[in-house]
């Protein structure tokens, strides 16, 4: 398995061929060699900022000569009018590196802007809003790191760091019972110790979860407010619980007001804007 780092390091090395391929010819037909210049990140829209670590990665993957001084960190609130960071080195590398940077910085921004909006949503409440595995294929380890940087948690990486049994897990094993009995075996039989989630449907089957037990977290798929709040009071603190499926910002609150631990939130990644900013010439 890749480390975070190694997955890093391939995103930015694909996106490079995918864009320059056989030579950024505008860029190599106008521009010496040897010239030398300066850019700045120029924030355009208010939010959160995210981005800045891997930015410099890209820049200094592309030319190790560049040089990043960088004015406002990770997780800052910015402005339109901000400079972000200013980057020295050769022209070619700079026209070469921005969009690719731009394309990360302003995703990630985006995802960090809306989680924090969804954080503050929550204030007051004991519940945090989690993240889904609904992300843009390659850039899941930024769009996760984005929403830490809003305020948010990760609920899993991928399929390997923890267990979630679904509906069609559920339905395909033959019922919740037979779901966990087999998680459990699986995980003795392989050494493993993960965190095991199981999505219900109905309080037949969060009845079914309390008596065999085996699992950590439940899920409330599609639950209503009102049928949140009583199965809420039906698990009464025996397994952790999130509520999942058809919650919308404006209806967030009524769900957290219902004691849930956890909201998970899809469009957090999923259906993101990014945020305005700019690598202009100084």
């Known amino acids: 398995m890749y480390t975070v780092d190694e997955l890093n390091e391939k995103l930015i090395d694909l996106s490079f061929s995918e864009d320059i391929g056989d030579g950024d010819h505008t860029t190599l037909c106008c521009i010496p060699e040897d ?5 700045k990140l120029l924030i355009k829209e208010a939010g959160i900022l995210a981005g800045i670590r891997i930015a410099k990665e890209v820049f200094h993957r592309f030319d190790p000569e560049m040089q990043v001084e960088v004015f406002i960190e990770d997780g800052t609130h910015v402005q339109p009018g901000d400079v972000a960071m200013v980057v020295t080195g050769r022209v ?19 995802i960090a802007t809306m989680t924090a909006r969804y954080v503050k949503q929550l204030e007051g409440t004991n519940t945090r809003v989690l993240d889904t595995r609904k992300t843009t294929p390659g850039m ?5 790191e984005a929403v830490k940087i809003g305020g948010g948690v990760n609920h899993r990486i991928g399929l390997f760091d923890m267990i979630l049994l679904k509906d069609n897990h559920v339905d395909f094993c033959g019922g919740i019972r037979q779901a966990l009995d087999r998680c459990a075996a699986y995980q003795k039989e392989k050494g493993l110790s993960l965190k095991v989630e199981i999505e219900v449907r109905t309080f037949d089957e969060i009845l079914q979860v309390m008596e065999h037990g085996g699992a950590d977290r439940i899920m409330l798929d599609n639950f209503s407010v009102a049928d949140t709040r009583k199965a809420v009071e039906m698990i009464g603190g025996k397994f952790e619980t999130e509520s999942s499926g058809g919650i919308t910002f404006d209806t967030l609150r009524s769900y957290a007001e219902c004691g849930v631990d956890y909201i998970s939130v899809g469009a957090l990644t999923h259906s993101v804007k990014g945020l305005d900013m700019s690598f202009k010439a100084c």
């Not at 899941?140 to 996760?144: G, S, T």
Request: proline letters at 0%; hydrophobic letters at 40%.
């Open 140 to 144: 899941r380890m930024l769009e996760k």
């Open 35 to 39: 010239a030398m210049g300066k850019s």
């Open 92 to 110: 070619r590398s700079l026209l070469q590196t921005e969009r690719l940077m731009l394309n990360i910085m302003q995703r990630m921004s985006g």
